[in-house]
T-cell receptor, first 115, second 109 residues
């Protein structure tokens, strides 16, 4: 399998612009997770989906962030408008189910820089 | 609240053994994971423990004591490529993964 695929790998944008991050989970996985990682705050869960339905979005920082999963093979995380404090690495991960199948497999991440 | 504690940083010598500890307090328990993350890369799965005891995988072993809320990751015959951060994560009663802040392991020649 190709693993979790994320695009773009790097994004540099200016404050106020809209940013869209994309993720393709591993085929057959039922859960998808969006994380943000910074040196200061470590790995933070933003939102996760189970069978394409958002289950917990309590980690989404504010209304500027939104996530969708229109089908089992695609998800987006959108930031509008972006701010310099959104600069971080954004990881998408997917997992199969419960117990040890909850092992999450991470994509390579998108390094976002907001100037 | 839910809490996972790991040392922030550890240093060890190439060829030696190092033990990275993790203690947790969570609402329920459905397993504990260890992940490795090299600088600039994504976390990758190392091990999963749900029963007490030691699980061995080559140079890496992971131990769990549920009664003590404690786990450790043991790395033997350290190699320079083992320099990375090691993340402990616990699956709580709602099957949500609670992440520790990670331990940065520095290997010296």
């Amino acid at each position: 399998d190709a693993g979790v695929i994320q695009s773009p790998r790097h994004e540099v944008t200016e404050m106020g612009q809209e940013v869209t991050l994309r993720c393709k989970p591993i085929s057959g996985h039922n859960s998808l997770f969006w994380y943000r990682q910074t040196m200061m705050r470590g790995l933070e869960l933003l939102i996760y989906f189970n069978n394409n339905v958002p289950i917990d979005d309590s980690g989404m920082p504010e209304d500027r962030f939104s996530a969708k999963m229109p089908n089992a093979s695609f998800s987006t995380l959108k930031i509008q408008p972006s701010e310099p404090r959104d600069s971080a690495v954004y990881f998408c991960a997917s997992s199969l189910g419960t117990g040890d199948t909850d092992t999450q497999y991470f994509g390579p991440g998108t390094r976002l820089t907001v100037l | 609240g839910q809490n996972i504690d790991q040392p922030t940083e550890m240093t060890a010598t190439e060829g030696a053994i190092v033990q990275i500890n993790c203690t947790y307090q969570t609402s329920g328990f459905n397993g504990l994971f260890w992940y490795q993350q090299h600088a600039g890369e994504a976390p990758t799965f190392l091990s999963y423990n749900v029963l007490d005891g030691l699980e061995e995988k080559g140079r890496f072993s992971s131990f769990l004591s549920r009664s003590k809320g404690y786990s450790y990751l043991l790395l033997k015959e350290l190699q320079m490529k083992d320099s990375a951060s090691y993340l402990c994560a616990v699956l709580d009663s709602n099957y949500q993964l609670i992440w520790g802040a990670g331990t940065k392991l520095i290997i010296k020649p």
